[in-house]
């Protein structure tokens, strides 16, 4: 700054032009750290909200699979014995390969077509001496009325109680023209039939399992999830998404949700005819089942095979990267009150482990967060201990 003599401007003072310059290079950092500031401030809130909106999808639709468990569901024996009389490892988009067919299917029937049959099959005794229907399930092995394996045969429904009962079990010699002793024409509920009360399990203590099968308290409603792999519409054109032979998922194109399916039960008799003018059906035998109207496309559609419905649960804004299911106990205490074991005399709980993340309906909106979001939830469904 200096002092101007002048004797029209007697003591005043001015800037120099270096002083201007700095002035000027000052407020230009002041406001540009402002806009800085203003920009950080702008991002934080855009990821804030970025993470609140996928936070609440999450939360919504992960509640949303909770309340549907937990009211008036235990879990599905039949389905899980159907499931594992027909096992395999192999995983198509993310569940089993195989449908089980939810018990409309007779296990000596023609699966692929519309073939059905009217009757089920006994386990019975080896010989007089040893029960081996409790060391060898009856339906892998010749220890049933048919003397050979119904193995990965699909299972009509009530078929997994009659596992626990032995239909030629007394200590007499029971020869194969002699096992009708009371002169009915039948082998089953004849004197020697005795209730084991202990076999089968129908899936490993605490194995995990991309789908979960419940059933209502009346067993008149059957409620199934499953985990399901699709190719994301919304990803970039030259992502993959590939299931290899080990059933592991390589590829960022893919879309994980789960699917549901609900299941009402019908008195159709064992050919499922619908027609009322067939006098067979309403014997008070559970042996149909058929879709939910609410989900289906038809008034009264029977489920089976590969076409049957399955509707999504979480919307297509997120991925579900994780879907297991562990459920306790592995039998029906109903039937197996006999076994001891601490493990199988509990009521019936479900464990569900998530993970989910943003789909590509998000993921190209998004910049920063793509963070992952992992819930575990422990439920006890309704059983016998409740009722």
Same mark, same amino acid.
């Given at each position: 700054?200096?002092?101007?003599?002048?004797?029209?401007?007697?003591?005043?003072?001015?800037?120099?032009?270096?002083?201007?310059? $700095?002035?000027?290079?000052? $407020?230009?950092?002041? @406001?540009?750290?402002?806009?800085? &500031?203003?920009? &950080?401030?702008?991002?934080?809130?855009?990821?804030?909200?970025?993470?609140?909106?996928?936070?609440?999808?999450?939360?919504?639709?992960?509640?949303?699979?909770?309340?549907?468990?937990?009211? +008036?569901?235990?879990?599905?024996?039949?389905?899980?014995?159907?499931?594992?009389?027909?096992?395999?490892?192999?995983?198509?988009?993310?569940?089993?390969?195989?449908?089980?067919?939810?018990?409309?299917?007779?296990?000596?029937?023609?699966?692929?077509?519309?073939?059905?049959?009217? @009757?089920?099959?006994?386990?019975?005794?080896?010989?007089?001496?040893?029960?081996? @229907?409790?060391?060898? +399930?009856?339906?892998?092995?010749?220890?049933?009325?048919?003397?050979?394996?119904?193995?990965?045969?699909?299972?009509?429904?009530?078929?997994?109680?009659?596992?626990?009962?032995?239909?030629?079990?007394?200590?007499?010699?029971?020869?194969?023209?002699?096992?009708?002793?009371?002169?009915?024409?039948?082998?089953?509920? =004849?004197?020697?039939?005795?209730?084991?009360?202990?076999?089968?399990?129908?899936?490993?203590?605490?194995?995990?399992?991309?789908?979960?099968?419940?059933?209502?308290?009346?067993?008149?409603?059957?409620?199934?999830?499953?985990?399901?792999?699709?190719?994301? =519409?919304?990803?970039?054109?030259?992502?993959?998404?590939?299931?290899?032979?080990?059933?592991?998922?390589?590829?960022?194109?893919?879309?994980?949700?789960?699917?549901?399916?609900?299941?009402?039960?019908?008195?159709? +008799?064992?050919?499922?005819?619908?027609?009322?003018?067939?006098?067979?059906?309403?014997?008070?035998?559970?042996?149909?089942?058929?879709?939910?109207?609410?989900?289906?496309?038809?008034?009264?559609?029977?489920?089976?095979?590969?076409?049957?419905?399955?509707?999504?649960?979480?919307?297509?804004?997120?991925?579900?990267?994780?879907?297991?299911?562990?459920?306790?106990?592995?039998?029906?205490?109903?039937?197996?009150?006999?076994?001891?074991?601490?493990? $199988?005399?509990?009521?019936?709980?479900?464990?569900?482990?998530?993970?989910?993340?943003?789909?590509?309906?998000?993921?190209?909106?998004?910049?920063?967060?793509?963070?992952?979001?992992?819930?575990?939830?422990?439920?006890?469904?309704?059983?016998?201990?409740?009722?």
């Amino acid at each position: 700054m200096i002092k101007i003599t002048n004797k029209f401007l007697k003591n005043k003072f001015a800037f120099t032009l270096i002083e201007i310059m $700095v002035w000027i290079i000052i $407020v230009s950092l002041i @406001i540009l750290w402002w806009f800085q &500031a203003l920009s &950080a401030i702008t991002i934080w809130k855009a990821r804030i909200i970025e993470k609140v909106d996928i936070q609440k999808e999450g939360f919504y639709f992960t509640e949303k699979l909770f309340e549907m468990i937990k009211k +008036w569901w235990t879990l599905d024996y039949e389905e899980y014995f159907n499931r594992m009389v027909i096992w395999n490892t192999t995983y198509s988009s993310g569940h089993f390969e195989y449908p089980s067919w939810f018990g409309n299917f007779w296990s000596w029937g023609t699966v692929w077509t519309s073939t059905y049959w009217d @009757i089920f099959y006994y386990c019975i005794s080896w010989d007089w001496y040893s029960n081996k @229907i409790i060391d060898s +399930w009856c339906y892998n092995n010749s220890l049933n009325t048919y003397w050979e394996s119904v193995d990965w045969k699909h299972q009509r429904y009530w078929q997994y109680s009659f596992q626990f009962i032995d239909y030629n079990s007394n200590y007499n010699i029971d020869i194969w023209s002699l096992w009708d002793e009371n002169g009915d024409g039948n082998i089953k509920w =004849d004197d020697d039939d005795e209730y084991i009360w202990n076999w089968p399990a129908v899936f490993w203590t605490g194995i995990e399992l991309p789908e979960l099968y419940l059933i209502s308290w009346n067993k008149k409603e059957r409620l199934m999830f499953r985990w399901s792999l699709q190719l994301d =519409d919304k990803a970039p054109v030259w992502s993959t998404c590939i299931v290899d032979s080990n059933n592991n998922v390589t590829g960022s194109g893919c879309i994980w949700t789960v699917e549901y399916i609900k299941l009402i039960w019908k008195d159709y +008799w064992f050919d499922h005819n619908i027609s009322i003018l067939d006098k067979s059906q309403n014997d008070w035998i559970v042996d149909t089942w058929i879709i939910d109207p609410e989900i289906s496309w038809w008034v009264e559609e029977i489920a089976w095979k590969n076409n049957t419905p399955w509707v999504e649960l979480f919307s297509n804004s997120i991925s579900v990267s994780e879907f297991k299911t562990i459920s306790y106990p592995n039998k029906d205490i109903i039937y197996s009150w006999k076994d001891t074991n601490k493990s $199988v005399n509990i009521s019936p709980y479900t464990v569900l482990k998530l993970s989910l993340e943003p789909s590509w309906l998000y993921k190209r909106k998004m910049i920063w967060n793509r963070d992952k979001m992992n819930f575990s939830m422990t439920i006890n469904l309704t059983d016998l201990y409740s009722q």
